[in-house]
């Protein structure tokens, strides 16, 4: 009894399921599918079919615009690796900026640290080519200070 009033149920199912489609243009212009239009518009049936489907969005560019269909699978495979390099390419100079970043603030405290000697008023020994050492006199301390600042103004920005 059960499977003939479920037989009985798909069957007339079926025959609503296959009511015709008709389309219209609405009064603010847009179009519309349905089985019932209002009373004077000018309709166009689709019979046998389903709903159209929804527009498909615009691509944002004119190259996947003149593709039509489905990725094939190299393609899903080509973009997937150029999505890859790219991101690695964008991984590395983010570590490349870091590490610029890095020696640029290393620079700055070590010209900062050689200017702070130099202004402190110690006397500043250095060695000379056959290993002797000497100290600066005023002059030469003078003119140590000056590139000194210079590498201050230079590295730390």
Same mark, same amino acid.
């Given at each position: 009894?059960?499977? +003939? ?23 603010? #212009? ?17 019979? #046998? ?77 250095? +060695? ?30």
């Amino acid at each position: 009894m059960r499977k +003939t009033l479920v037989v009985l149920l798909m069957t007339f199912a079926a025959g609503a399921a296959q009511a015709q489609i008709q389309c219209w243009t609405n009064k603010d #212009g847009r179009r519309e599918c349905g089985d019932t239009p209002p009373p004077g518009a000018k309709v166009r049936e689709i019979s #046998g079919a389903s709903a159209p489907a929804p527009a498909a969005p615009a691509a944002k560019d004119g190259a996947k615009s003149a593709k039509k269909g489905p990725l094939t699978p190299a393609e899903h495979e080509q973009a997937f690796r150029k999505r890859q390099i790219d991101s690695e390419k964008a991984r590395e100079k983010e570590d490349k900026e870091r590490a610029d970043t890095a020696a640029k603030a290393e620079n700055c405290a070590r010209a900062k640290e050689g200017l702070r000697a130099l202004q402190s008023g110690q006397r500043i020994a250095r +060695t000379d080519e056959k290993g002797e050492r000497y100290y600066l006199d005023e002059a030469q301390s003078a003119a140590e200070a000056a590139k000194a600042q210079e590498m201050v103004s230079h590295w730390c920005k």
